[in-house]
């Protein structure tokens, strides 16, 4: 068999396992070194190797012009580890910050952990914020604008409620904030299953899909992102926006948020700082509708980077590039390799040990990576189905509440068509 009687959809078929295969070296080498081992949340402490990496990224940091910061936590129901991930927070060495964590509803679990939390950091700056004002479709916004009028500082940073940081977090993330080029500052985060077998799963999608291909976005130049597990910023900034109700109607609040300030000349700044979010969903059902919420959200802020996320799924392009390879030796009649032959056999060995490598380092320990190797093929192809599911469908659901993805409208508001 010659190269030149491939029909064209072995053509197509051959580029999309050489560009998978190109993109999960690119993945794997965009994973830190030693990510694993200078993770330095693990159950609230934080870790001294962990803080050590930190200093040698930020050897100047310090808190923003010396001032406080204000901590913006919007919070819904008493999820597995919330006092745990609270505490990380109360726990930070900046000198001089502000607890605001709010509710929407004055019979809110989360209420109970807050009152555990105050009486344990007496000294602390810990304020509740309970709010049952309905400010547009996105609660979480309408959240955090009943709790903005309770922030006295001129730095604001908002974390989601699952997260957990190290005690020098604050310093770090406010650090970049000093240049007034600065925008926001974002942090990526490492994924630890709470509870059984699908949390562990959930966690598989964070760290060694949604962690990687950031990182590969951002090595190529990306900086149109912005993560509800970070997002620190000026008040002036915030002001400048129009405050959090330029995104009362918004789905991706994190992303508008980041991209609005964009809009202003401002850099967006990924720390290097990692922080810690809990995956605790139960069930198939659960995972699958989180995740597909994800894909669904990417999909109603960037088609284009929704489309391209095709190559993105190792182990499905893994086993059509073997098919390929098979079948082109298979056709050769046990005459000389071909090209194409050549070229498939190559992106499927590029692409296993590229797959391998980056389980290998997104995994926190030896133990973890022989765990959870098992996995990576499902975890691979259930991506695949939920990307391609989430290519159709007009609404998510979010904390039990049904919200539209519609096509961001025209104008510095960036709100989603077909809110009502």
Known sequence: MTAHVLTACQWILLAGCIGASIYTMAAALAMPFFSARHQSVHHGRASSAGAALRSAFFPHSRPFAQGGVSVLKPLCGAEPRLYENLRTFCEQRHGHFQLVLGVSSPHDPA??????????????????????????SNLKVSNLINMAARARHDVIVIADSDIAVDADYLDSVAAPLADPDVG???????????????????????????????????????????FGA?????????????????????????????EHVRALGL????????????????????LWQRETR????????????????????????????????????????????????????????????????????????????????????????????????????????WRGARMPVGTPAAGRGGQLDSFT
């Not at 620190?232 to 926006?241: D, G």
């Not at 720390?271 to 659960?286: K, Q, Y």
């Open 111 to 136: 209420i109970a952990v807050v009152r555990r939390l105050q009486a344990a950091y007496p000294t602390r700056d810990i304020e509740l914020a309970i709010d049952t004002r309905v400010h547009g």
């Open 267 to 286: 850099r967006t700044v990924l720390s290097r700082v990692m922080v810690a979010t809990d995956v605790i969903e139960p069930t198939f059902g659960a």
């Open 184 to 226: 926001v500052v974002t942090c990526l985060y490492v994924a630890r299953g709470v509870g059984g077998f699908w949390p562990r799963v959930g966690a598989l999608f964070i760290n060694e899909w949604f962690a990687p291909s950031v990182r590969v976005a951002h090595a190529t130049g990306s900086r149109r992102f912005g």
């Open 294 to 397: 994800w894909l669904r959200t990417i999909r109603s802020v960037n088609p284009p980077g929704f489309a391209s996320l095709l190559i993105t799924f190792p182990t499905p392009w893994l086993l059509a590039s073997a098919a390929l390879t098979v079948s082109f030796a298979t056709r050769a009649g046990g005459h000389a390799p071909c090209v194409a032959m050549i070229a498939s056999a190559s992106a499927t060995a590029v692409c296993f040990g590229a797959r391998l490598l980056l389980h290998l380092r997104a995994s926190r320990r030896a133990r973890t990576f022989w765990r959870d190797l098992p996995l990576v093929p499902l975890r691979d192809t259930l991506i695949a189905l939920q990307w391609l599911f989430s290519a159709f469908g007009s609404h998510v659901v």
């Open 230 to 258: 970070t997002l620190a910023l000026r008040r002036a900034t915030l002001e400048c926006i129009g405050g959090f109700d330029a995104l009362k109607n918004c789905l991706a609040d994190d992303y508008w948020l980041a």
